[in-house]
């Protein structure tokens, strides 16, 4: 009789616990992969997925600085300042392929509902003086009040009136300039911030400086820099100074009669002067001061002469983009205007939506959330668990 052969054994059960997951993964590799995602906010909505996604991005400082080299911080919207009494206007950029984005402004308080009451709601008076590291800072038209505020966290901060001594010791005209909020790299992870004001008489500048996380919350006044102008004998000596634009923790105000710009770094709190080529000389609304995408400063102009400028309006520049908008509402104010962007490193053009220009303009960018650091708040909330 023939053997009958065995059939083959089946091999045993895998266990369980060896397999592998995604939460499993080790740091490194679920960074590799979070480089990936194609946004800041589509990181945001990852890394709250679960806990050991949260710590492979707070753990790491490397990580977040490359993250940002390969994506730069994503536009939720644009910041519009009314004429007359009223409440800043917010057009949020809507993308169909980009639900987080989204999120992010539906989340926040973009119609700035957080803002004091006004003592007559039917006029309302706040207006944007400046819009940077996520910050604004507001300044009341009737009251003359300043307060910093972050639509995305909802941290509101009212600040303390300028000192008498910031207006004592001009000589001529006194001028107050523009509000400007900064929040410098080692102050950013813990939410901290700072605020510049400054002023000019005829021939000097001076600012004072508001720092958040300062115990006496008390503005530094800084005492007038030398002659930055020689005073004409004749014509236009009081406004020799245009509003301001912070690039990159330095603030530059363009002379209006004279081809240079007043710049003010927020570091050393030290004034100095530089030129701009000649033909710039009177032509403040044609250009804008920004930088590239890698840091280095750039003028950018709409057009070589006021007719071509007429045709479109550079608004701002902001880490290598050049945001703009047509002409349309300049000739006829019921006719709204394109706001585009150009990308200059990838030289890419991107229609963002129509409007009507609304006197003031401010990209909101989004910056990086403080809740995916790892800060000395965050290790005593997790110790205590």
């Known amino acids: 009789m023939a053997s009958q052969e065995q059939p083959p054994s089946l091999p045993p059960p895998a266990d369980p616990a060896a397999t592998t997951t995604l939460t499993g993964l080790g740091g490194d590799l679920l960074r590799e992969i979070f480089l990936l995602l194609p946004s800041l906010p589509s990181l945001v909505r990852a890394a709250f997925a679960c806990r050991t996604f949260l710590d492979a991005v707070r753990s790491s400082p490397a990580f977040r600085r490359r993250f940002r080299e390969l994506h730069p911080q994503p536009l939720l919207g644009i910041f519009f300042d009314p004429d007359g009494p009223a409440i800043p206007a917010f057009a949020p950029l809507r993308r169909r392929d980009d639900p987080d984005r989204r999120a992010a402004v539906r989340r926040g308080d973009f119609f700035?509902?957080?803002?004091?009451?006004?003592?007559?709601?039917?006029?309302?008076?706040?207006?944007?003086?400046?819009?940077?590291?996520?910050?604004?800072?507001?300044?009341?038209?009737?009251?003359?009040?300043?307060?910093?505020?972050?639509?995305?966290?909802?941290?509101?901060?009212?600040?303390?009136?300028?000192?008498?001594?910031?207006?004592?010791?001009?000589?001529?005209?006194?001028?107050?300039?523009?509000?400007?909020?900064?929040?410098?790299?080692?102050?950013?992870?813990?939410?901290?911030?700072?605020?510049?004001?400054?002023?000019?008489?005829?021939?000097?500048?001076?600012?004072?400086?508001?720092?958040?996380?300062?115990?006496?919350?008390?503005?530094?006044?800084?005492?007038?820099?030398?002659?930055l102008r020689t005073i004409p004998e004749s014509g236009e000596r009081e406004h020799w100074l245009t509003a301001g634009r912070?690039?990159?923790?330095?603030?530059?105000?363009?002379?209006?009669?004279?081809?240079?710009?007043?710049?003010?770094?927020?570091?050393?709190?030290?004034?100095?002067?530089?030129?701009?080529?000649?033909?710039?000389?009177?032509?403040?609304?044609?250009?804008?001061?920004?930088?590239?995408?890698?840091?280095?400063?750039?003028?950018?102009?709409a057009g070589g002469t006021l007719e071509e400028h007429g045709q479109l309006k550079v608004v701002s520049v902001v880490d290598g983009v050049v945001y703009f908008s047509t002409h349309e509402t300049f000739e006829d104010a019921n006719l709204p205007c394109w706001f585009l962007s150009i990308d200059l490193e990838e030289n890419a053009l991107d229609m963002l939506f129509q409007r009507n220009y609304d006197s003031h303009v401010h990209p909101y960018i989004m910056p990086w959330p403080r809740s995916l650091v790892r800060d000395k708040a965050c290790l005593q909330v997790e110790g205590a668990r």
């Open 112 to 227: 700035l509902t957080g803002l004091p009451d006004d003592d007559d709601d039917a006029r309302p008076g706040w207006v944007i003086s400046d819009c940077h590291d996520g910050y604004l800072v507001l300044e009341h038209i009737y009251t003359r009040e300043a307060l910093a505020y972050n639509p995305l966290t909802l941290a509101l901060d009212l600040l303390p009136p300028l000192p008498d001594e910031f207006y004592e010791g001009f000589q001529g005209h006194y001028n107050g300039l523009d509000y400007h909020v900064h929040a410098p790299e080692e102050c950013r992870d813990h939410g901290a911030f700072r605020v510049i004001y400054a002023c000019h008489d005829d021939s000097r500048a001076r600012a004072a400086v508001f720092s958040s996380d300062s115990g006496t919350r008390a503005w530094q006044v800084l005492p007038y820099s030398e002659a």
């Open 246 to 301: 912070i690039v990159d923790g330095f603030i530059y105000w363009v002379y209006s009669d004279e081809a240079a710009m007043l710049v003010l770094d927020t570091t050393t709190l030290h004034f100095s002067r530089v030129d701009i080529p000649a033909y710039l000389k009177g032509q403040t609304s044609m250009f804008r001061v920004g930088k590239t995408r890698d840091g280095v400063l750039c003028v950018v102009v």
